[in-house]
C-alpha cells in the first residue's frame, strides 16, 4: 500500500504543511493509501463512499473527519458522483505546543485530541456533518489558509498556525454541541483523553510530567491519578507506551537506522530506547525488525 510523506508537496522545509482543493470523479479516485502526517478533509460539495481501515461509509457535503498517520483510507465513486474536498496535511508539531499554552486552548481541541482516536464505530457516528453557517465557518477559514499558503506573503506560517488553531476550537465546539450527551465522560476521564490524544499527536517532542500539566493546568499527583484510574498506567508509563508501539511500526515498516528510530519517537539516548524497547517488546529493537519481516507474507 502506497504511503503518503510530506516530501511529496512543495511546503516550506520549515513548516510542514500544506492544503489543496481537489474535485473528484470514477476518473480520479484516490485510492486506498496511508500517510505519515495528519490530514484534514472537508467536503465542500458532492458525495462518495469513504474507505476507512476495515471499514467504509458515505459522506457528503459539510462532512469533517480527521485520518491519523498510519491509517490507511481511500474513495470509491460511482458514475455519476463527484466530490470536492479540501485537504489539509500537516505534522502535528506544526501547532506548537508553546502556542496552545500561551493560549490556554488545550480542553478546546477535543476534535484534533480525542474524537480521532475514538473507537472506530463511535468515532464516525460522531463525525461532524456541517451546514448553513457553521458550514460557511468552517470554510471561510480554510479559504484563508489556502490564500495564505498560495501566495505566502510576510507572516504567513503564523497566520495559517493560528487559523488552524481557530479551525479547530470551532469544530470542537460544534462537536462538542452534536454529540450524544449521554456519552459525555467525567472530568477526569475527558481529560486523560485529551492527554492521550496530545501524547498520540506530539510523541516525538520532548513529553514531562511538567510539560503536561502546564498544558492541561493540573497538578502532577492528581493527572497521574486520573491516569491510574482510567488508562491503567502513569503518565509517562503511558507516553512511553506510545513511543513503543510508533517504533515497532517504524521497525517493521523502514529501514531506518535503530539510532534514527529513536530519535524519531521522542528518544536521545538510543541505549535507554533499545532497553526500553526490549523490556517492553520482549527483545532488542533489531530482533524485532528482523522477525517482523520473517512472518511477513511475500
Not at 60 to 67: A, N, P, Q
Not at 105 to 122: G, R, T
Not at 226 to 252: D, P, Q, T, W
Amino acid at each position: 500500500m502506497y504511503t503518503k510523506s510530506m516530501k511529496e508537496y512543495s511546503h516550506p522545509r520549515d513548516f510542514p504543511f500544506w492544503i489543496q482543493r481537489n474535485r473528484h470523479d470514477v476518473l480520479d479516485v484516490p485510492e486506498l493509501h496511508v500517510h505519515e502526517f495528519v490530514e484534514l478533509i472537508f467536503v465542500v460539495e458532492g458525495r462518495a463512499t469513504h474507505l476507512f481501515q476495515d471499514i467504509y461509509y458515505e459522506v457528503g457535503e459539510g462532512d469533517v473527519f480527521v485520518i491519523n498517520p498510519g491509517e490507511a483510507h481511500g474513495y470509491a465513486l460511482k458514475e455519476d458522483q463527484s466530490i470536492e474536498i479540501v485537504n489539509c496535511l500537516f505534522e502535528p508539531g506544526c501547532i506548537p505546543t508553546s502556542l496552545l499554552g500561551e493560549l490556554q486552548v488545550s480542553d478546546a481541541m477535543d476534535f484534533f485530541y480525542v474524537q480521532p482516536f475514538l473507537h472506530e464505530k463511535a468515532r464516525f457516528y460522531h463525525k461532524l456533518n456541517l451546514r448553513g453557517s457553521d458550514a460557511s465557518a468552517a470554510l471561510s477559514i480554510l479559504e484563508g489558509i489556502l490564500a495564505e499558503m498560495s501566495r505566502r506573503r510576510s507572516g504567513f506560517q503564523p497566520l495559517i498556525q493560528l487559523k488552524m488553531i481557530e479551525l479547530f476550537i470551532l469544530l470542537s465546539r460544534y462537536y462538542s454541541e452534536r454529540k450524544d450527551q449521554a456519552d459525555v465522560a467525567a472530568p477526569g476521564e475527558v481529560l486523560v483523553r485529551r492527554a492521550c490524544g496530545y501524547v498520540e499527536r506530539h510523541y516525538a517532542e520532548k513529553l514531562t510530567l511538567p510539560v503536561l500539566t502546564e498544558l492541561f493546568h493540573i497538578g502532577a499527583r492528581q493527572l497521574n491519578r486520573y491516569f491510574n484510574r482510567h488508562a491503567g498506567c502513569s503518565v509517562i508509563e503511558y507516553v512511553h507506551r506510545v513511543r513503543m508501539e510508533k517504533a515497532k511500526r517504524l521497525l517493521a515498516d523502514t529501514d531506518e537506522k535503530i539510532a534514527v528510530v529513536s530519535e524519531m519517537v521522542g528518544y536521545e539516548d538510543t541505549s535507554f530506547f533499545s532497553r526500553l524497547f526490549a523490556r517492553q517488546a520482549g527483545c532488542p529493537p533489531g530482533k524485532y525488525r528482523e522477525d517482523s519481516r520473517h512472518v511477513r507474507p511475500e
